[in-house]
């Protein structure tokens, strides 16, 4: 079965500091994947896809990116963090076939303080 | 562009009896809607899809969702509430490249 991991958990980064946080799918291969960010436990607004090794799609401009530099790996980085990068991030996965397909699975989460 | 809306901000039922959370959409062509659930802290967990076929889709946990394509309305249903149900609903709607628009969530309450 498929299993999506993101870590850290939690974390808490200064103003200006950078970020990277990191997504992991197993049991699946060359699966879509996404990023998003939910603030103030609602709203989830798509930041990043992609459908394949180094392909990245941006949905929203800001000062973050991302990169898949491995089949089942997502990463979402800044260089310097601001204060609305607070919130509570999310990776998915969808597959390209079968019953996966078209269905996208969330990983647990990662909540960013950014003080 | 595609579009979801979720009137309701909370619903409030009592264990037992049935529940319903509203959702309608608009998008060009046809829809593929989704329903998930956020408990706190926690990622979305998927129940139910409509792609195509039967316009009541059954998913997990006893849920279900009634799709009314001249209503433009894929609303959430359960017959009986429990009170572990208590969450935060997402209905979505498919765009292109697989990706997702999600309505502002709906919190359902139910009472012992």
């Known amino acids: 079965s498929q299993t999506i991991h993101q870590w850290p958990a939690t974390l808490v980064q200064p103003v200006g500091s950078p970020l990277s946080l990191e997504c992991t799918v197993e049991?699946?291969?060359?699966?879509?994947l996404y990023w998003y960010r939910q603030a103030a436990g609602r709203g989830l607004q798509l930041l990043f896809y992609?459908?394949?090794?180094?392909?990245i799609s941006s949905e929203v401009p800001q000062n973050l990116s991302a990169s898949r530099p491995q089949d089942r790996q997502f990463i979402l980085s800044s260089k310097k963090l601001l204060l609305s990068d607070s919130g509570f991030y999310l990776c998915?996965?969808?597959?390209?076939?079968?019953?996966?397909?078209?269905?996208?699975?969330f990983g647990p989460g990662t909540r960013l303080t950014v003080l | 562009a595609q579009s979801v809306a979720q009137p309701e901000d909370q619903v409030n039922v009592a264990e037992g009896n049935p529940l319903t959370v509203k959702c309608t959409y608009s998008?060009?062509?046809?829809?593929?809607l989704f329903w998930y659930v956020q408990y706190p802290n926690r990622g979305l967990q998927f129940l139910l899809k409509?792609?195509?076929?039967?316009?009541l889709v059954k998913g997990s946990y006893g849920f279900e969702a009634e799709f009314n394509k001249s209503q433009t309305s894929f609303h959430l249903k359960k017959p009986s509430a429990l009170v572990s149900d208590s969450a935060l609903y997402f209905c979505?709607?498919?765009?292109?490249?697989?990706?997702?628009?999600f309505g502002k969530g709906t919190m359902l309450l139910v009472s012992p």
């Open positions: 998915a996965w969808s597959g390209t076939s079968g019953a996966s397909r078209d269905t996208q699975y």
């Open positions: 992609s459908v394949g090794i180094g392909q």
């Open positions: 979505a709607v498919m765009s292109g490249y697989s990706t997702l628009t």
């Open positions: 049991g699946t291969s060359n699966p879509n």
């Open positions: 998008v060009s062509g046809n829809p593929y």
């Open positions: 409509y792609i195509t076929g039967d316009n």
